[in-house]
């Protein structure tokens, strides 16, 4: 029985995964190594679960230990992305299945070739944000063509965010997932995506104000930003022909606005490289605004961003701390100041103990049929758990342990790079994952055309 598991990589997104396998180690005799570069790491997840075997070693692609890699059947790797590729190239040599959470990369289209010739699965997005998002589009789009509906529009909107119970700072927001991505979000090239048949492209600068609104049924309402290049999904879903295509990532109403006034000041920018030496917070906002001699640190911001002194968003940026004169203690002389931001925000954005976070997503596919125009919503809210396990990982890892349960128990016959759109893998993946209290809920509207 090929039921050797090797999962790469042991952070904060892996609590729920190594659960998900120690429990699989008792109830069906898996047997599982968890491997990181630091001990103290594994030391402090593989602690509950001594069923699980532990091997802190150095994963850089120039010193991978492949014979190590090559006693396993199914690699999980919970690496940085780009060092999937590296891991990939010796799961396609010693023909092991990889399974992984990011998105595919160019270099990763290049080996399907030889995967498909080695009969090897190299399955990636996987996850939540790409991989939940997948597979129950792809459920209700795949639905609704067997009905013989046209689709016309398709909208999804994900967002990691934090449950209303721990919901206590005007931001409504705290990190769940990498910081520097949550301070880099929507930089490099134009947010894409298609709108009642035109095309739409949102430069950086103009992000952050082009949102709209999310309903979610017994959680209130939310805002969403474009999400990168929605326009690839258009021939991934078979969605070539639709006229609205757009994914979006949610935030609580009020976010984008505050998050935008960072944006305007400068203070994402993670190219220019200030001098820390001697600087407070007040000073870094001063530095980006006009040399006024009359007016207050304050009163330029409300000049220069067009705010009321009593809005919303200003109440943001005080309760951060970026008027105070308190010093900023930067590890190093010379940051960015998206750098900065994100020290700041670590701080002010952190999880308090007994803090529990929310994913939230929602799908909204419109479709004509049988002359009529529909409308359907589907959605998704998971909590993270009281016991520190947080919904991200949950939302990312379990995913992950039920691909590698399919390819043990022989149900998935793909093979070569993959990701999880075909009924076969997403059909059976979403059954079990409600069994974990991942479950979307669904809604329908219809009209006369």
């Known amino acids: 029985m090929n039921n050797k598991v090797l999962l790469i990589g042991a952070g904060r997104s ?5 659960r998900f396998l120690a429990e699989k180690v008792r109830t069906q005799h898996w047997r599982v190594t968890v491997s990181d570069v630091s001990k103290d790491i594994l030391d402090k997840q593989l602690s509950p679960y001594p069923e699980l075997q532990g091997e802190a070693l150095d994963w850089h692609p120039h010193k991978m230990p492949e014979h190590f890699l090559a006693s396993f059947d199914i690699i999980i790797s919970l690496l940085p992305p780009h060092m999937h590729f590296h891991v990939a ?8 299945h990889l399974i992984t959470a990011s998105y595919i990369s160019p270099e990763m289209h290049t080996l399907h070739s030889a995967a498909t010739q080695a009969g090897v699965l190299l399955l990636n997005e996987m996850g939540l944000d790409p991989g939940i998002d997948h597979m129950s589009a792809m459920q ?7 009905q013989g509906g046209k689709l016309t529009a398709f909208r999804s909107s994900t967002g990691g ?12 927001y705290k990190f769940t997932w990498n910081p520097r991505n949550v301070v880099l979000a929507g930089q490099g090239t134009p947010a894409m995506y298609r709108e009642k048949g035109d095309y739409k492209y949102v430069p950086y600068h103009r992000l952050f104000q082009r949102v709209y609104p999310i309903h979610i049924d017994g959680y209130g309402e939310f805002e969403a930003y474009p999400n990168r290049d929605s326009l690839h999904y258009m021939p991934l879903y078979g969605l070539q022909d639709v006229e609205t295509m757009l994914r979006g990532t949610i935030r609580r109403r009020g976010f984008c606005s505050a998050w935008d006034c960072l944006v305007q000041l400068g203070l994402t920018n993670d190219a220019l490289l200030i001098d820390t030496q001697n600087l407070t917070w007040r000073k870094l906002i001063n530095a980006f605004l006009p040399y006024d001699p009359q007016k207050s640190v304050e009163e330029k911001v409300l000049h220069y961003l ?3 002194e009593e809005s919303h968003e200003m109440h943001c940026l005080q309760w951060l701390g970026l008027f105070e004169d308190s010093p900023v203690y930067a590890p190093s002389s010379r940051m960015t100041p998206a750098a900065l931001l994100q020290l700041l925000l670590e701080q002010k954005w952190a999880l308090a103990p007994g803090d529990r976070d929310m994913i939230v997503m929602q799908h909204e596919i419109e479709f004509e049929l049988d002359g009529k125009r529909h409308r359907e919503i589907s959605e998704l ?8 396990i947080t919904a991200m990982a949950k939302t990312v890892g379990l995913p992950l342990g039920i691909a590698a349960e399919l390819l043990i128990e022989g149900k998935v016959s793909l093979r070569g790079v993959q990701a999880p759109l075909h009924a076969e893998l997403y059909e059976p993946a979403l059954q079990r994952l409600q069994a974990y209290g991942i479950c979307f809920t669904h809604k329908k509207e219809t009209a006369a055309l």
């Open 306 to 308: 067009n705010l009321a």
């Open 140 to 146: 209700m789009i795949d639905n609704i063509r067997k």
């Open 89 to 96: 190239e010796l799961c396609v040599k010693y023909r092991k």
């Open 14 to 18: 892996a609590s729920a995964l190594i």
């Open 161 to 172: 965010l934090i449950a209303p119970a721990s919901d206590n700072n005007p931001w409504h």
């Open 381 to 388: 809210v998971v909590e993270g758990e009281a016991n520190g």
